[in-house]
């Protein structure tokens, strides 16, 4: 009897491990932060224009939800710094080895003042979250909630690690950190040209300089795969497009991703990916922007 018991012990053991293990091999997280609304109403060309950030993870929830991805979305005034990077911690701290984690940024993006002298052109890259404000002003916003690419890279960094070799991270950006914060009645553009600075300096990108549009990103043993998939070059303007059929705005990067989703599994290959690029450069209005794809070695 006792020796019976060790048996099914054992056997109930294994079955508990085996599920885990299917589970965790099979877990799909999306996080999706999209803002439209930064509160400029009256259309202050020293704030930001309210775009269609938000439009976009309504148009892409329901699909991720299809594929099987447990997803979690930030929207206008959810979508804070601290509310952004809380929710990636957390991410960070739930993910498991072998999972697929899918990472959606619509909102502003603009040039930051390089602090630690990291950046070859003294300019970070930022996001701007909806508490974040367009122009440095000492002792009143000075960039605090700006959202950098060096604190970013902290929490995906974190979330790599988490998930393993066998597990797969993509991080959207439909955001740009140039073109123009103004929003015309045929033309809705994410971004500014205005570079956040505390002393002054003009943000003049080299336009010579950034010509590649694929690029690696260093890997660390036992870290994920990463693809970066960027909506422009850095220098270029990310525009917005508009869906014919219910006359909405939405990012550009957004929208053709929801089209491939129709498709393509999120995960399952790179034809996606491929449907994403075919999809925006076939659309006349995006023929000078550039998708960028940055992947690990």
């Known amino acids: 009897m006792r020796n019976s018991i060790k048996i099914l012990t054992c056997v109930m053991m294994a079955f508990l491990f085996l599920g885990n293990q299917t589970l965790h091999a099979e877990a799909k997280r999306a996080l999706l932060v999209g803002i439209s609304d930064y509160g400029n109403h009256d259309e202050d060309p020293n704030k930001w224009a309210n775009i269609s950030g938000a439009n976009d993870i ?12 447990k997803v979690t979305s930030l929207v206008d005034a959810q979508a804070t710094h601290a ?12 993910s498991k080895k072998g999972d697929i984690v899918y990472i959606h940024f619509s909102m502003h993006g603009q ?49 790599r690690n988490q998930i393993g070799k066998d597990g797969q991270l993509y991080v959207i950006l439909d955001a740009c950190h140039s073109g123009t914060a103004s929003r015309g009645d045929d033309e809705h553009i994410r971004g500014t040209r205005e570079g956040f600075t505390r002393s002054g300096k003009e943000y003049t990108p080299d336009r010579t300089v950034e010509t590649n549009d694929y690029f690696t990103v260093a890997t660390k043993d036992g870290q994920s795969p990463i693809t970066f998939i960027e909506a422009c070059r850095s220098y270029q303007v990310n ?31 790179e034809d996606w990916i491929e449907a994403v690029k075919t999809g925006m450069s076939g659309n006349r209005k995006l023929r000078k922007q550039n998708v960028v794809i940055e992947k690990s070695e």
């Open 58 to 69: 309504k148009l892409l929830a329901p699909l991720f939800e299809a594929q099987g991805f």
């Open 239 to 269: 525009k917005e497009v508009r869906d014919i059929e219910t006359n909405t705005w939405y990012g550009s990067l957004s929208y053709y991703i929801a089209k491939a989703m129709g498709e393509h599994q999120i995960g399952a290959s």
């Open 111 to 159: 040039p930051f003042e390089d602090l630690n002298g990291d950046e070859e052109d003294g300019w970070d890259e930022a996001l701007i979250p909806v508490d974040a404000q367009m122009l440095y002003s000492a002792g009143v916003y000075e960039g605090t909630n700006h959202l950098l690419d060096d604190e970013l890279e902290a929490y995906f960094n974190d979330i």
């Open 83 to 94: 509310g952004i990077t809380g929710t990636l911690d957390k991410l960070a701290k739930d």
